[in-house]
């Protein structure tokens, strides 16, 4: 079989009508028939062309799905491309394999349902005066405030595994305003608690409390418009 070196394999993007390579494992797939590589691009995230070694780390498949498609070669790797996995990540995985298939998208909807709930109920209460909306707005954003901890977690190891904890601006702000939402979470919580009437007026601390659980639904909004950036980036023309 031919030999490809990464340089000769970026020229068999899928573009301009070209064939449509990709690589892992060491072996060059044509997945030009595909119809998920339509112009070379899959999901609008991965480019043909290119070793997928790191890319299917991120996907929720296995490399198996590759072998519906034809091998027309081999991929000389250079020495130490290859990216070694961390030793403490290895036993972690070992500990719990599950961790190695996406821990975060199977934690991260609960505290994004949950604390868009909780303004949404809030605002429910104040329209109709019916009691049980703000008591289930209470206990979204309590749902919320426990899972948000183990999404914010998750959310690191996946970007450890996938990214090498390359420093991004997506997971920075993602990161960021995750921490706020953390903190803007418990004290509303905390204040809602103590003061279980604090919404009968929407004068002084009514108001304040309002705010406060209103700016929920704008941070969540934020890290999960960043969160698809890094599942589904825009095409740069």
Not at 39 to 63: E, F, K
Request: glycine share 8%; aromatic share 10%.
């Amino acid at each position: 079989m031919k030999e490809f070196d990464l340089e000769a394999l970026e020229g068999f993007d899928g573009k301009e009508g070209r064939p449509a390579y990709v690589a892992h494992g060491g072996k060059v797939y044509d997945v030009s028939e595909s119809k998920l590589w339509k112009g070379g691009s899959h999901m609008r995230r991965h480019q043909a062309g290119r070793d997928l070694a790191t890319d299917i780390q991120a996907a929720p498949h296995g490399a198996e799905m590759l072998d519906r498609y034809p091998q027309v070669g081999v991929l000389k790797t250079p020495a130490g491309a290859e990216p070694e996995v961390p030793e403490l990540l290895e036993r972690l995985f070992k500990l719990a394999p599950m961790l190695r298939r996406h821990p975060h998208p199977m934690t991260v909807h609960f505290p994004i349902v949950c604390m868009l709930f909780a303004p949404l109920f809030t605002v429910l209460y104040l329209l109709t005066g019916h009691r049980p909306f703000e008591t289930t707005a209470l206990h979204c954003l309590g749902a919320g405030l426990l899972f948000l901890p183990v999404v914010i977690l998750t959310g690191l190891l996946t970007w450890w595994v996938n990214y090498g904890a390359k420093p991004m601006m997506s997971i920075t702000i993602k990161l960021s305003v995750s921490l706020v939402l953390f903190v803007t979470s418990v004290i509303g919580l905390t204040w809602r608690v103590a003061r279980p009437e604090v919404l009968e007026s929407l004068a002084g601390p009514g108001l304040a409390y309002l705010l406060l659980v209103l700016s929920v639904a704008p941070m969540v909004v934020v890290v999960g418009w960043f969160g698809a950036q890094l599942t589904f980036p825009f095409e740069k023309e």
